[in-house]
Nanobody, 122 residues
């Protein structure tokens, strides 16, 4: 089982940027597809972005396409989510996840971090 720890969350004004990091321990990330999901207060957790084990294929929710970028550095066992042009509706707890298939389905991801809070003020 791989352990995941997110960092980089915080409070930012609308239009600002944040970069989330997800550091892994226990196993190498290089064989896992990785994803980012988020859960806003009172809402279900939703897909944000995913990247294949090689980094060659990426997937995004329509709501973040063009603003967020997922990337990975397998040598550092870390995955990133660069978030630009942030909006108040991006406010949520962001979770990193590791799985076998790079896609939008939460059931494809078996290991999850504890989450990091992102708050975007208007």
């Amino acid at each position: 089982q791989v352990q995941l720890v997110e960092s980089g969350g915080g409070l930012v004004q609308a239009g600002g940027s944040l970069r989330l990091s997800c550091a892994a321990s226990g196993r190498t990330l290089s064989t896992y597809a990785m994803g980012w999901f988020r859960q806003a207060p009172g809402k279900e957790r939703e897909f944000v972005a995913a990247v294949s084990w090689s980094g060659h294929n990426t997937y995004y929710a329509d709501s973040v396409k063009g603003r967020f970028t997922i990337s990975r550095d397998n040598a550092k066992n870390t995955v990133y989510l660069q978030m630009n042009s942030l909006k108040p509706e991006d406010t949520a707890v962001y979770y990193c996840a590791a799985g076998w298939v790079a896609g939008t389905n939460q059931q494809d991801f078996g290991s999850w971090g504890q989450g990091t809070q992102v708050t975007v003020s208007s």
